[in-house]
């Protein structure tokens, strides 16, 4: 768990007390307890006609220069199939339509930012191939043979599981 020194919403130190069988920072003046939740996340899956699948290249301050699916965090107020849809033409120029769910992971990668991810099955409706947001290239790939420098672990996950042919969820 990240260290929480201060409450934020009282400004107060904070303790480390058990609540609800773990440790979490509360606040012993206004009673403020820390309950830390995962992001969510999306990610959409594209395959070409060659069964390759969509992958970008990173840039920016999270894992530049590796290789990922499309993917991002969803807004506050965003439906998370907005966001997948959002995120894809972000990153790839590609609108598609969602089609179903293929993988809901749990990300623990980054110590800091535990997140839950959820990859979308989609086919292409529109757009142009063109990088962009978090990305600075646009690739195919055959899932058995991905980018060597993949951003998340969860990745290779999913793309074992299309290389191999089996429904995920």
Known sequence: MPATTHCPACGAGTVERERGGRPRAICPGCGYVLWQNPKAAVAVILRDEAGRVLMVRRVGTSYPGMWCIPCGNIEW????????????????????????????????HDPEAH??????????????????????????????????LLAFPTDRVVLDALAAGKPFV
């Open 77 to 108: 107020d965003e439906d998370v199939r907005e966001a997948a849809r959002r995120e894809m033409i972000e990153e790839s120029g590609w609108e598609v339509e969602l089609e179903r769910v293929y993988a809901v992971l749990s990300n623990f």
């Open 115 to 148: 997140s839950v991810g959820i990859w979308f099955v989609a086919r292409r409706t529109g757009g142009d191939e063109r990088a962009g947001g978090d990305a600075s290239e646009v690739g195919w790939f055959d899932p058995r043979t991905p980018p060597e």
